[in-house]
């Protein structure tokens, strides 16, 4: 199986997963109809599911059949929703148009999309908390408590309010290179990170592999932020599902904006060998995750 088979193959487990997670809230005697519909717009039906693959991956790395991992992913899964759906809400991001389809509060509204993306969060921590996403409570805990580290204040929210300080309120910080780098670690690059890492938790990996996949799950994140800039300044809404040339026109500093078309693509060759070159020690079956440091850095969406 090739990497875009299995990429798909993993988003297709982890879609029926969740599936079954927001089917549990069907019918009006377990939440408001209007409240679920929303979970499920803003989570089924779309997504490449790369930071659960990373889960499912990084898991069979360490030779754990994936179905160990997959509540795990799915969770994860639940937590990049959420964001998702209060990012493109008209006080943040004001998108109209996520993975091809309406953003949440355009198919429903705003009140409806805040409570969407509450409920996924908390959803998510459900899941973890679930004996049957590992059989050992201290596994349990530690991927609850690296997730919350990972979505909070010192990571992916904190990295949305820089981001939006920077547009918003300009005189409050300075759009140096090292600032766009730190907030990007936070919004984009701590999922990615936590991604990367649960397998090894979940295999309850020693200490030197668990540093390797963090270390690699920086560099993908660093290259993912980076390539989602480039796809900004020269994608399409056809191609990447969303609005396109936001930054610029929001006068937003981007590593893109500081280094250069050219020195950004540069940056990415020189991350995606580093990332490759770090999954060294695994041998053949660092593979697949080898092959997503090379999606990242070429992908179009």
Known sequence: MDFTQRLEADAALVETRLSHFLDTLAGPDRTSPRLAAAMRHAVLGGGKRFRPFLVLESSRMLGLPHVGAVDAAAALECVHCYSLAHDDLPSMDNDRL???RPTVWCAFDEWTAILAG?????LAFEIVAEPSTHHDAAVRAELTLQ???ASGAAGMVGGQAFDLEA??????TTATADHIRRL???KTGALIRYATTAGAILARADSDTRDRLAHFGDLLGYAFQIAD???DVEGSAEETGKAVAKDAAAGKATLVSLMGVAAARAKLAELEAEAVAVLAPFGESARMLQDAARFVVNRRS
């Open 98 to 100: 996520r993975r091809g």
């Open 118 to 122: 509450d409920a996924l969060l908390t």
């Open 147 to 149: 997730l919350a580290r």
């Open 167 to 172: 547009e918003r309120i300009p005189s409050a």
């Open 184 to 186: 990007q670690a936070m």
């Open 229 to 231: 800039d480039l796809l």
